[in-house]
């Protein structure tokens, strides 16, 4: 199985400023996906981050408000940018691994976001 | 937007089988479908998945009907700690890691001691 570490947990920021998440694999890994769920909501992909190239984003999700990097096959992070209230939300990172009989995803535990 | 249709809720008496249907009617051949969990304040958890056979692990069976529309998580003795949403998911290509999942509404299953 794959562990993946999230940092931080949990954060309560101000409106207008930005935060980065981390996100560790502890196995190289080509792509990796960034979630975010609302409260109450499902789970909504808002980026995939290859390795070496620039992130694929989801429809109504812009670079300039979620910049991701992906600087080698284990690591990732995640800027959310100019924050306002809109966006508390849990963000999870993921990603897939090839087992006997297909791919299994494997989640991180999330960063709880709270913006005031 | 999601490929599946889940009942947004169900209770279930502890140590009682719980069963999760879900709604995949427009499914392709070579599609599978997987359930995944999330735990209050938890990344979701794999649990299972299938093509057209069912099958069973240590965590649940899944039932898929002969058409392949439409399937059935099953937890044989539901605990306190099942308490959980349970998404269905569709997704391609089993053989390449980094198809992305698309989400639905999931279940959301309470159980009752």
């Known amino acids: 199985s794959a562990v993946i570490s999230q940092k931080p947990s949990r954060d309560i920021c101000q409106r207008g400023t930005s935060l980065t998440i981390q996100c560790q694999v502890d196995?190289?890994?080509?792509?990796m996906f960034w979630y975010r769920q609302q409260p109450g909501q499902s789970l909504t992909l808002i980026a995939t981050?290859?390795?070496?190239?620039?992130?694929?984003?989801e429809s109504g999700f812009v670079i300039d408000k979620f910049p991701i990097s992906r600087p080698n096959l284990t690591f990732s992070t995640l800027t959310v940018s100019n924050m306002s209230p809109e966006d508390s939300s849990i963000y999870l990172c993921?990603?897939?691994?090839?087992?006997?009989?297909?791919?299994?995803?494997?989640f991180g535990q999330g960063t709880r976001l709270t913006v005031v | 937007d999601a490929k599946t249709t889940q009942p947004p809720s169900m209770d279930c008496a502890e140590g009682r089988a719980a069963n999760l249907p879900c709604n995949h009617s427009?499914?392709?051949?070579?599609?599978?479908v997987y359930w995944y969990r999330q735990i209050h304040s938890q990344g979701p958890q794999y649990i299972i998945h299938?093509?057209?056979n069912n099958e069973t692990n240590e965590m649940a069976s899944l039932i898929i009907t002969e058409d392949r529309k439409s399937s059935t998580l099953i937890l044989p003795h539901a605990t306190l700690r099942d308490t959980a949403v349970y998404y269905c998911?569709?997704?391609?290509?089993?053989?390449?890691?980094?198809?992305?999942?698309?989400f639905g509404g999931g279940t959301r299953v309470l159980v009752k001691p």
């Open positions: 427009t499914i392709s051949g070579n599609e599978y």
């Open positions: 993921s990603v897939d691994l090839i087992r006997v009989g297909g791919p299994e995803a494997f």
């Open positions: 299938g093509l057209k």
């Open positions: 998911i569709v997704r391609v290509d089993i053989k390449a890691a980094g198809n992305k999942l698309t």
């Open positions: 981050a290859n390795q070496g190239s620039e992130a694929t984003y």
């Open positions: 196995s190289q890994v080509t792509m």
